[in-house]
């Protein structure tokens, strides 16, 4: 059983799809934060990641065994990995080691494109949203930044993540919609495990 969690920047997806997980017994997998691990190894000056080298040990993410959790939430990771994403070889690579992963088990699995491209056969698809506004406050508030600066980033990163053929701020086709602002994460969590099957 995979659970797909999509949406932008903002929209409480990690939160949200490590809350649901836990609620479900199911594996959480932060497709995001694979996308650092491989920004954070660009900056280290790697040419290329080998998507083998990122693992997960429970709230944990190695990569090359080294505990890199706290490394890949940086602004300057933060800043690069869209542009890592935006490599062809980069999401290739990336995109068959997710596929790997959640070939076997239960799983809740959270990025920008898991139900459009990753898995798009999801038995469950929900795509989070919130208001520009909430995004950039909850943002910012995670960072500790000005939420009118972090507003501009969203609005520069959700432009960069709409090309290279991917459709990041539309629902994928079987999914639905929900709009968090507003909600509190225990009740967006209860809306989505109400959708998974027993």
Known sequence: MLVAIDGPAGAGKSTVARAVAHALGFTYL????MYRC???AS???AGTVDAARIAF??????????DVTTAIRTPGVTERASEVAAR???RE???????????GGDWVAEGRDIATVVAPDAEVKVFLTASPQERARRRAAELGADAGVVARELALRDERDSGHGRTTLH????ATPLDTTGLSIDEVV????ARVPR
Request: charged letters at 25%.
């Open 30 to 33: 932060d497709t995001g934060a």
């Open 38 to 40: 491989a920004a954070l």
């Open 43 to 45: 900056l280290r000056g």
């Open 57 to 66: 040990a429970e709230d944990r993410v190695l990569l090359d065994g080294e």
């Open 88 to 90: 062809p070889e980069v």
């Open 93 to 103: 690579a990336l995109i068959a080691r997710q596929r790997e992963l959640i070939a």
């Open 171 to 174: 629902p994928a086709p079987g």
């Open 190 to 193: 209860q809306a989505i495990v």
